[in-house]
């Protein structure tokens, strides 16, 4: 890992698009240009935090399989390319990037950014292996698209934790850091429109990686007992931290919201039911102690609280008029 300070050199514009050391950007005179960047690498990732400023003429070397996703934290970047396309971001938008080797460009930054480099490759093998399809030779992205929420912002705050720590992946098996360059990837490829999102989106909710569904098995099969996000990780046999990112690109929501989310709707199943259970009983049963916070979280998902549920599906008796 690097930590890069002052006047701008040819080795110290490597970070320019957060990726590999030996890309770099020819100008004689960059004296004016400033950068600082840190790098970091998860499996074939590259990932870099970088503060740049500068508006030069370049050509890009070194980089032809690379695409380059790259979080605006402050500030804003715009490169030009040689056919006149102009490509931008600013704070809080993801800036996706492939620039050809050899390709002049003008590059105007003043910004602190979050890059992720990946191979074009890799990202193909992924998304075939990942949704059992067989993908195009070639992937195009949106160039610009808000990181402010969703699997997007999850990789952003996760690139960010761990550039900041020079041993984040010090213990870390190669099983769990495949793991977690997978899931990585997958956000990218779920959260930027590209020309294989229709495909993905069809595919996503029936290809779900083996260890989700596990997951999901061993939810449903203790809705009645106190787990822990350790014990799902445990039974589904992945890292509780892979475990989280996939569940937040497949499902939008983290394993123990989404664990709370199947308890209501078996809290919802037994409300409909006729059987003499009451709205507390069942709250109670499912690990919902706080019956105020379950009354109103199930409000929210169903536009009614669980006693008026409970009222309106029991049956009225009538006596006989005679």
């Not at 690109?249 to 123990?256: D, Q």
């Not at 308890?263 to 709250?283: K, V, W, Y």
């Amino acid at each position: 890992m690097g930590d890069f300070t002052g006047e701008a050199v040819l080795e110290g514009l490597t970070g320019l698009l957060g990726a590999d050391r030996n890309f770099k950007f020819h100008h004689p005179d960059v004296e004016d240009a400033r950068l600082r960047f840190r790098s970091s690498h998860v499996g074939q990732l590259r990932m870099t935090h970088f503060l740049s400023r500068f508006d030069v003429d370049s050509r890009a070397e070194g980089a032809a399989d690379r695409i380059y996703f790259q979080f605006v934290e402050t500030g804003s970047v715009h490169f030009v390319r040689q056919n006149g396309e102009t490509l931008g971001a600013s704070e809080g938008e993801l800036l996706t990037v492939m620039i050809p080797q050899g390709e002049r460009l003008r590059v105007a930054a003043d910004d602190e950014r979050i890059g992720v480099g990946v191979s074009h490759q890799r990202l193909l093998e992924i998304a075939s292996r990942h949704f059992g399809l067989i993908p195009p030779r070639s992937l195009t992205f949106s160039a610009t698209v808000s990181a402010r929420s969703g699997p997007l912002a999850e990789v952003r705050s996760v690139a960010k934790a761990l550039l900041a720590s020079d041993s984040a992946f010090e213990h870390v098996a190669s099983e769990a850091r495949k793991a977690y360059e997978d899931a990585i990837a997958v956000s990218f490829l779920l959260g930027v429109p590209s020309n294989i999102s229709a495909l993905l989106r069809r595919t996503e909710a029936q290809v779900a990686p083996a260890y989700i569904r596990r997951a999901e098995e061993f939810m449903r099969a203790h809705l009645y007992e106190a787990i822990t996000l350790e014990e799902i990780a445990a039974a589904a046999g992945c890292t509780a931290r892979n475990l989280q990112l996939n569940f937040r690109s497949m499902f939008g929501v983290p394993p123990m919201r989404y664990l709370r989310k199947l308890r209501m709707e078996d809290a919802r199943r037994r409300l409909e039911s006729h059987s003499d259970e009451t709205a507390t009983m069942i709250a109670m049963s499912l690990g919902f102690t706080n019956l105020g916070r379950f009354a109103k979280d199930y409000k929210v998902m169903y536009g009614e609280l669980p006693s008026h549920a409970r009222r309106t599906l029991t049956p009225k008796v009538h006596k006989d008029a005679g």
